[in-house]
T-cell receptor, first 112, second 114 residues
Framework: DAKTTQPTSMDCAEGRAANLPCNHS???????VYWYRQIHSQGPQYIIH???NNETNEMASLIITEDRKSSTLILPHATLRDTAVYYC?????????????FGKGTSLLVTP | NAGVTQTPKFQVLKTGQSMTLQCAQD?????MYWYRQDPGMGLRLIYY???????DKGEVPNGYNVSRLNKREFSLRLESAAPSQTSVYFC?????????????FGNGTRLTVT
């Protein structure tokens, strides 16, 4: 049962890079790391996911360590609209198939 | 392309009343999910449907039933609502049945049971 550990909260100044860490030391070889965010009780928004290689899209970059035991989500130029709860999820097969198992996440506050 | 659409957005029920939450997706996705989120908590899976014609229980299925009406639609029914079912309900869909297809979420139904 691969679980993740994230800081409860973080701050970031507007315009700076936000680096959100996640530990997943029990991840298995075929389990993907997913990142979602949730802005003020809206539906969770998909950001990015990866298996081993670093990934980048228009929203963020995902850096996965070589041993896959941790990862970092990078928002390169944080804006006030990036204030949200960010969830790091290891997508594993369980009694619920491949459904995502959400933890408490990191509450990111972007300040002016 | 609306993505995942949930109706209604808000609902107030009295204890014992029944209702059905509707969810539809226009992305031709195979898998659909129902989650609930209570204040200050993460999302918990109620039921899911890996493909059209199949449904399975998630972490918190008691008090709910689901119907995968067709590939597009996945409804959640509360037969006899209880105050403990006051929550925000999110529907999601994903293309594949494996772990390399992101889930895409609707904007939720906010349900209050008095």
């Amino acid at each position: 049962d691969a679980k993740t550990t994230q800081p409860t909260s973080m701050d970031c100044a507007e315009g700076r890079a936000a680096n959100l860490p996640c530990n997943h030391s029990t991840i298995s070889g075929n389990e993907y790391v997913y990142w979602y965010r949730q802005i003020h009780s809206q539906g969770p928004q998909y950001i990015i996911h990866g298996l081993k290689n670093n990934e980048t899209n228009e929203m963020a970059s995902l850096i996965i360590t070589e041993d896959r035991k941790s990862s970092t989500l990078i928002l390169p130029h944080a804006t006030l609209r990036d204030t949200a709860v960010y969830y790091c999820i290891v997508r594993e097969y369980s009694n619920s198939g491949y459904a995502l198992n959400f933890g408490k996440g990191t509450s990111l506050l972007v300040t002016p | 392309n609306a993505g995942v659409t949930q109706t209604p957005k808000f609902q107030v029920l009295k204890t014992g009343q029944s209702m059905t939450l509707q969810c539809a997706q226009d992305m031709n996705h195979n898998s659909m999910y129902w989650y609930r989120q209570d204040p200050g908590m993460g999302l918990r899976l109620i039921y899911y449907s890996a493909s059209e014609g199949t449904t399975d229980k998630g972490e918190v299925p008691n008090g709910y039933n689901v119907s995968r009406l067709n590939k597009r639609e996945f409804s959640l029914r509360l037969e006899s609502a209880a105050p403990s079912q006051t929550s925000v309900y999110f529907c999601a869909s994903s293309d594949g049945t494996g772990n390399n297809s992101p889930l895409h979420f609707g904007n939720g139904t906010r349900l209050t049971v008095t």
